[in-house]
Antibody, heavy 118, light 108 residues
Framework: QVTLRESGPALVKPTQTLTLTCTFSGFSLSTSGMCVSWVRQPPGKALEWLALIDWDDDKYYSTSLKTRLTISKDTSKNQVVLTMTNMDPVDTATYYC??????????WGQGTLVTVSS | EIVMTQSPATLSVSPGERATLSCRASQSVSSNLAWYQQKPGQAPRLLIYGASTRATGIPARFSGSGSGTEFTLTISSLQSEDFAVYYCQQYNNWLKLTFGGGTKVEIK
């Protein structure tokens, strides 16, 4: 059974750096073709892809947020970490991690709501 | 950047009726197109990938078609549990993975 769980702060202040951790089980990120992405969704709005890391440690970022994002993995811990710098109230959203093969996300975490407010 | 445009934004359908959702890409994505269903308070669920392949456990009433820039998700006979928001997503260009804006399927 595949599970993913996001963890991190529920509240961050403007200008702070957000660090989110995705802890997963049921698959290995060292398996060829496997990837994990972060996706966010502001309240009442559409899904927005943020970043992806694959089995080969290649990393891909949203063009509009590239300068603020860093994605990394710890294969031994089955974790993927996303950091986003210079948080702003417009970054308030539910943040999901999702896993799957070749860019197709079969598996999703339940999401974690991050509010940016002073 | 590949822009994904979904239409209509809202679709009102009676239970048992057919629903047809559209997704258009600003440039060709070949068949690298997925559909997701999202219900309130839940994470998205993969329905279709490769434009037309149903994911594991997805009922046969869901079908996808299209290639290049025009795609369709059809729900042949809407059940109560199908009222949700549906998103298309292209994965042809990993440098910029993009979702459409979503189509809300609501009860008529």
């Amino acid at each position: 059974q595949v599970t993913l769980r996001e963890s991190g702060p529920a509240l961050v202040k403007p200008t702070q750096t957000l660090t989110l951790t995705c802890t997963f089980s049921g698959f290995s990120l060292s398996t060829s073709g496997m990837c994990v992405s972060w996706v966010r969704q502001p309240p009442g709005k559409a899904l927005e892809w943020l970043a992806l890391i694959d089995w080969d440690d290649d990393k891909y970022y949203s063009t509009s947020l590239k300068t603020r994002l860093t994605i990394s993995k710890d294969t031994s811990k089955n974790q993927v970490v996303l950091t986003m710098t210079n948080m702003d109230p417009v970054d308030t959203a539910t943040y999901y991690c999702a896993g799957g093969y070749d860019g197709v996300w079969n598996y999703w975490g339940q999401g974690t709501l991050v509010t940016v407010s002073s | 950047e590949i822009v994904m445009t979904q239409s209509p934004a809202t679709l009102s359908v009676s239970p048992g009726e057919r629903a047809t959702l559209s997704c258009r890409a600003s440039q060709s994505v070949s068949s690298n197109l997925a559909w997701y269903q999202q219900k309130p308070g839940q994470a998205p669920r993969l329905l279709i990938y490769g434009a037309s392949t149903r994911a594991t456990g997805i009922p046969a009433r869901f079908s996808g078609s299209g290639s290049g820039t025009e795609f369709t998700l059809t729900i042949s006979s809407l059940q109560s549990e199908d009222f949700a928001v549906y998103y298309c997503q292209q994965y042809n260009n990993w440098l910029k993975l993009t979702f459409g804006g979503g189509t809300k399927v609501e009860i008529k």
